[in-house]
C-alpha cells in the first residue's frame, strides 16, 4: 500500500486564524445543511477547530447528539471551553485523524466538515472514513472554498498575496482551489453521483466593520501564524511579508473595499 501523502495545516493555531474560526455559526457556514438537521440526530463534525459550529448544532438536533472531532488537541481546550459557556450539554469533543476516525461503521446520521479536506494530505481517504461512519441513509456534508474563485477591490497588493498563498498551500500538500473537487472527490471515495448534490455559497466582507475584521486578521495572519512560516520556504523574506500585511490594511480601509470568496457545498447520501 502505498504510503499516505502527509500535510501541514497552512495556518497553524494562532490567534488570528482561530478569530475567523471562532466566527463561524451553523447560519454562515453549513445553512446547506439546515434542511437536514432534526432532532435526535447523532451528528460528527470532523475537524471541529475551535468548537462554535459544532456547538451550534446542538441546536439543531434537540434530543440528539454532537461529536467534534479535531487534530490539534491543544484547540480542543477551546472548543471545550465554548461549549460550556453556551451551556451546551449534548456535545463531546475528541481527539483524531480524519484519515482514521476513531468510531464503528454507521455510527452517525450526518457526518460534516467545513474548510477541512482542502488543508489534508488525503481527501479521498477522509471522505471514505466519513462515509463509513454514516449510518446507511445517512449524510456526508462538505463545504469547502475555492482559493482561485476569490475576488476583491481595490487591489491593494492582494493579487501577489493571492499567489503567494496558492503556493504556501500546496507546498504544504493542501489544494487551495478544493471547492470546485469535492464532487469528484466524492465520486472517487465511492459516494454515488446520482444520490449526490452540490451548490455555492460566498462569503462576502464590504462593510467598514467587515473589512476591519477581515483585512485585520489577514495582515495578522500573514506575519504572525504559521502562514509566514510556509511562506519563507517558498521564499518570501520578512519584508515581503510586512508589504503584504500592510496591503490587507490598506485594503480594509478603502472606502470602497470588497471581498468575495465562493464554497463548494456537497450533500452526500451514504
Known amino acids: 500500500m502505498a504510503a499516505q501523502k502527509q500535510a501541514i495545516y497552512t495556518h497553524g493555531s494562532h490567534e488570528s486564524a482561530l478569530r475567523a474560526h471562532k466566527w463561524r455559526t451553523v447560519d454562515n457556514s453549513a445553512a446547506y445543511l439546515i434542511p437536514h438537521l432534526k432532532p435526535g440526530l447523532k451528528v460528527l463534525d470532523v475537524g471541529c477547530g475551535p468548537g462554535t459550529i459544532t456547538a451550534d448544532f446542538t441546536n439543531y438536533v434537540p434530543g440528539g ?16 471551553a465554548h461549549a460550556a459557556e453556551r451551556e ?9 485523524d480524519a484519515h482514521a476516525l476513531p468510531f464503528p461503521d454507521a455510527t452517525f446520521d450526518i457526518v460534516h466538515a467545513h474548510q477541512v479536506l482542502q488543508h489534508i494530505g488525503d481527501p479521498v481517504l477522509a471522505l471514505r472514513e466519513m462515509r463509513r461512519v454514516a449510518k446507511p441513509g445517512g449524510i456526508v456534508a ?19 498575496w493571492a499567489e503567494l498563498y496558492d503556493r504556501v498551500a500546496r507546498g504544504n500538500g493542501g489544494e487551495p482551489d478544493a471547492g470546485r473537487r469535492i464532487k469528484a472527490w466524492a ?22 466593520e467587515e473589512r476591519a475584521w477581515w483585512g485585520g486578521l489577514w495582515a495578522d495572519r500573514i506575519v504572525k501564524s504559521d502562514f ?4 519563507a520556504r517558498e521564499g518570501a523574506s520578512a519584508e515581503d ?18 471581498f468575495a470568496m465562493l464554497h463548494g457545498e456537497m450533500i452526500c447520501h451514504a
Open 187 to 208: 465520486r472517487e471515495a465511492g459516494f454515488d453521483p446520482a444520490r449526490t448534490t452540490c451548490s455555492a455559497a460566498t462569503w462576502c466582507f464590504s462593510t467598514p
Open 228 to 231: 509566514a512560516k510556509g511562506a
Open 241 to 258: 511579508l510586512e508589504r503584504l500585511s500592510q496591503a490587507w490594511r490598506s485594503w480594509s480601509q478603502a472606502e470602497d473595499g470588497w
Open 142 to 160: 462538505s463545504r469547502e472554498s475555492d482559493r482561485a474563485t476569490f475576488t476583491w477591490f481595490p487591489d491593494s497588493g492582494l493579487r501577489e
Open 88 to 96: 451546551a450539554t449534548n456535545v463531546v469533543f475528541l481527539q483524531g
Open 65 to 80: 447528539h454532537v461529536t467534534g472531532i479535531e487534530y490539534n488537541a491543544e484547540i480542543l481546550e477551546q472548543a471545550r
